[in-house]
């Protein structure tokens, strides 16, 4: 048993590489196409689905939010506008990986 404790212990002690984060330049191009893609949609949750995108710290934040804008764009245009913007956005998070 205690070969099998130190082993499991020492599976913790070695650091995992951190994965690069993608160039800021990128993570902007991104965020600014998905505000683009709210362009035309208009009100209180437009304007909060906006903020939230321009306050994502991160490419997964923003990958998270694809939902909410088709979400919103479905609710102001329709759900095949709101699929097509979001394929859309493909490209832009391909870059970031």
Same mark, same amino acid.
């Given at each position: ?31 600014? #196409?998905?505000?683009? +893609?709210? %362009?035309?949609? =208009?009100?209180?949750?437009? $304007?909060?689905?906006?903020? /939230? *995108? &321009? ?20 609710? #102001?245009?329709?759900? +095949?506008? %709101?699929?097509? =913007?979001?394929?859309?956005? $493909?490209?832009?998070?391909? /870059? *970031? &990986?």
């Amino acid at each position: 048993m205690s070969t099998w404790t130190r082993w499991l212990s020492s599976l913790g002690s070695h650091d995992t590489p951190a994965l690069p984060s993608p160039p800021a330049i990128e993570l902007e191009e991104a965020r600014q #196409q998905a505000i683009a +893609s709210l %362009a035309d949609c =208009r009100g209180s949750e437009s $304007e909060r689905l906006r903020w /939230r *995108l &321009r306050q994502a710290a991160s490419a997964q934040e923003l990958w998270l939010l694809r939902a909410a804008i088709f979400q919103q764009v479905a609710c #102001q245009h329709c759900q +095949s506008q %709101a699929a097509e =913007r979001i394929r859309a956005l $493909e490209p832009a998070f391909v /870059r *970031l &990986r």
